[in-house]
């Protein structure tokens, strides 16, 4: 589904991915673990055409999308949840999954347009606090609010591949535990995706298979049942707390 | 009195064509960080095609002044479009961060100069589409085409404020202004989201101009002063308010009128730039601007 080769990017003069590859299959959750500055969020921004990759390959669905713009990206199928949430401030709850379906409801859009009501309700069923709030503008939404917003937004689009960057990031542990079970649900509906945590137990709990990320390199991947129980990764991500 | 209410109500009429043009920069500002400078000449050069039309400069009339407008909105937007790729696009993508104010400011003059030529260089009258005897309200004389003005202005504002609002290319353009990033994550073309911004920009510029000709003359210079002062009025009011550009451009528009009748017509341009550095010096981000909301 999302075959990512070989890719290399820089900010300026200075390289910070090299040579990553990874394979997303088709219906699976795989999750890319790692510290502060490995090069993460910098990947998810290198797939979604956030920042245009140095070289090497990003494959959806068997098309090639390494340095397309995101608009172009996004068309093919591929929804990013990004870091730090970036909902519209100035724009209503309501407006904001509209927006999300934006390549769906717009004139050459590029996405079939199905059901978008009936996917509108869905995303409401699986965040009800945004149910309640739907008129409200989201900039006035809490933290935890504005993630669950990011999530159901990118859901909007009715991806192929779904890539969520620190969903939990700055949010209380109760609601921790919530997004996490929603991406069980989301899993359990099928939804390919691609997750980037900070809590590197629990997205390994939830994903099929993990990559560890080091200083811009994959260090070690495998399945997640075997990255829990390898000694190197619970040493440095695993141990303690989460 | 009933001078102070005729003032007021022509420094209102003058006040909304500066906010038309005030509404056109921050269109720009909004998806872009960058200004048209030539938003002067976009409104002039409106007004020029629309009397080539409406008048017999050109061995016309070739319309009438309604069916004038949609043409004129059409061209203004095909102006906008040029200054974009011609003075923005390059600067953006070079990533040059003042670019775009030389050429801006570069292809306004050109745009002058090329309308001296093809017009000449005197001011010429811009014949009324309504009855110019004036109509008295509570005393006041009012000339029918500034009460239009205050309406066509307005209209414009509110059809704007409902595409925004109500259309998903609207919401597409509201949300390429609050996070460009995003935007293009949700499959929004922000490139020409912004080429749309300009094109609005010079329409609604070239719009005031069609506007304001019938009570004004019409001339390759007319535009200079305007789009200056309404380049005011977006400071005054707040980059990034609409209802900052109403009040701003009704204040300068009265406070112009009313320096022009009651100290000397030499002095009408004083209070509304001492206006402008009163605001810079107190409240540099407008009457009404805000700084986002923005929660981490």
Redesign the interface.
Known sequence: MLEVRNLKASYGQVQVLHDISLTVPKGKVVTLIGSNGAGKTTTMRAI???IKPASGQVVLSGKNIAGL???RI??LGL??S?E?R??????SIM?NL???A??R??MG???PKGDVSSDLDRALDLFPRLRERQHQ?A?????GE?QMLAMA??LM?NPEVLLLDEPSL?LAPILVDEVFHIINRLKEQGITMLLVEQFAAAALAVADYGYVMENGKIAVHGPAKDLQNDPKVVAAYLGGGH | MEILLQLILSGVALGMIYAVVAFGYQSTFATSGTLNFGQGEALMLGAMFGLSLAGDVMGGPYLNYWLMIPAVLIFGAFQGMVVEAVGVRPAIKTKSEFGWIMSTIALGIIFRNVAENIWGKDDMPFPSPISSTPLHIFGASVLPMELMVDVGALLMMVLVELFNRKTIYGKAVVATASDRDAAGLMGINTRMVITFSYALSSMSAAFAGVLIAPITLTGASMGAVLGLKAFAVAIIGGLNSGMGIIVGGILLGIAETTTGFYLSTGYKDVPGLVLLLLVLAIKPSGLFGKTAIKKV
Request: no cysteine.
């Open positions: 979604s055409g956030m713009p995101s608009h996004a068309k929804a990013h990004p730090g970036k909902v519209f401030p100035t724009q407006d509209l927006l999300g934006f390549t409801l717009s859009g590029g996405r503008l900039g006035t939404l809490s933290g504005q937004r990118a689009l700055g």
